[in-house]
């Protein structure tokens, strides 16, 4: 008999399964609802004693009792290994959700809050103010046009200031820079240094920029998207940086054979290999700014007024909007201010989900794609 088949039996000659055991497909879920099952039915108790339910406190217990009780069920029935598989599981699983939870409370509550306001009116006409000579009352009519027009203006500029700027900057250090480059090590140290800077250091350095330039009372929109390119290039670059260090060097290395010269390669065969990934690192810039608010309410200022001109006068966001109308409501009417301010961040959300869908359909649209 070989060393194999004698493997395969025990002393009395019955089939040994060289395969440990299995738990049910539907093992896991059974324990779960199990588990949160009798943890409910403990803290019920509790609630019937005066101390009420405490969903926080059942969650966490009913978590960590799955995670034991499918770590011991499985060591039983199956091995040590799967046990662990398990557990781990478990516990990737449970730091997921809690990484929801925020996300889904945060989209449930502006939703729930702004979606009454979202209104044609609303979203395209400015705040209007009528004045009742019967109650000798002030009604105030919400809307959120000019600080939606001043949200695509201030965007628009940064982004067209920062992304040449953030793109030819990563082109230069991954393309032309040597790795021991002092001027590239400066270059990188700065971007990461600019990365950190928070948002209102960057308002400061717009305003004070502007005031040196053109006076006291410098609030422009253009001012503010100086501010907001500060914040841009630096995540243009790192983004655009990684981006390009993707590409294979076999392609460029193909191209220099063939003759090409490096500029041409780079836009032909570089550039055209990473456009997806280089509109992503755009939509994270644009998604980085678009929602800030110190810079630009300082930078800026704050107006109700329809402002088209960004060189001239102060000009509102969506983002200063939804600020001011919950941090300092209208005394006579604070519940039309509430709601302006939630309409305005619901607004703000979904051009957001309306940019990262029209990045996707560019990235899909011009990306290479792979050949079968």
């Not at 896991?28 to 108790?45: H, Q, R």
């Not at 449930?108 to 109650?135: K, M, N, R």
């Not at 930078?299 to 060189?311: M, Y």
Request: with cysteine; glycine share 8%; charged share 10%.
């Amino acid at each position: 008999m070989s060393v194999t088949t004698a493997a395969r039996v025990d002393t009395l000659n019955r089939p040994v399964s060289l395969h440990a055991g299995r738990l049910p497909r539907r093992s896991e879920l059974y324990l779960l609802i199990g588990s949160f099952a009798a943890t409910a039915a403990v803290f019920s108790l509790f609630a019937l004693g005066g101390d009420g339910f405490n969903v926080v406190g059942w969650l966490v217990t009913g978590t960590i009792l799955y995670l034991v009780t499918i770590g011991v069920v499985s060591l039983i029935a199956e091995d040590r290994r799967q046990a662990t598989n398990r557990v781990m599981r478990g516990v990737v699983t449970t730091a997921f959700v809690l990484a929801l939870i925020p996300l889904v409370s945060l989209l449930w509550t502006v939703v729930a809050q702004g979606i009454t306001s979202l209104t044609p009116s609303f979203i395209f006409g400015a705040e209007t103010s009528t004045f009742d000579w019967d109650t000798l009352e002030t009604t105030t009519v919400a809307g959120a046009g000019p600080a939606l027009v001043g949200t695509l203006i201030i965007t628009g500029i940064a982004t067209v200031i920062s992304l040449p700027i953030g793109m030819l900057t990563a082109v230069w250090i991954t393309e032309y820079a040597t790795t021991k480059s002092p001027i590239r090590r400066v270059i990188t140290f700065l971007v990461d240094v600019m990365t950190g800077i928070p948002s209102i250091v960057a308002g400061l350095f717009a305003f004070a920029l502007f005031t040196l330039i053109v006076g006291p009372k410098a609030f422009s929109g253009f001012s503010a998207a100086i501010a907001l390119c500060v914040l841009m290039i630096p995540t243009v670059v790192r983004s655009s940086e990684e981006m390009l260090k993707l590409v294979p060097m076999e392609l460029r290395e193909a191209s220099y054979a063939l003759g090409v010269t490096k500029w041409r390669t780079i836009v032909k065969v570089v550039l055209r290999t990473s456009v997806a990934g280089l509109v992503t690192a755009a939509v994270l810039a644009i998604a980085r700014v678009i929602g800030e608010t110190a810079p630009i309410y300082i930078a800026a200022g704050f107006t109700s007024s329809l402002n088209t001109d960004p060189f001239t006068g102060s000009m509102s966001t969506l983002a200063v909007l939804s600020y001011t109308g919950y941090a300092f409501p209208d005394q006579s009417q604070p519940d039309m201010s509430h709601q302006e301010a939630w309409g305005a961040a619901l607004l703000l959300i979904i051009m957001v989900v309306i940019l990262n869908l029209v990045a996707r359909l560019i990235a899909a649209r011009f990306a290479p794609k792979a050949s079968r």
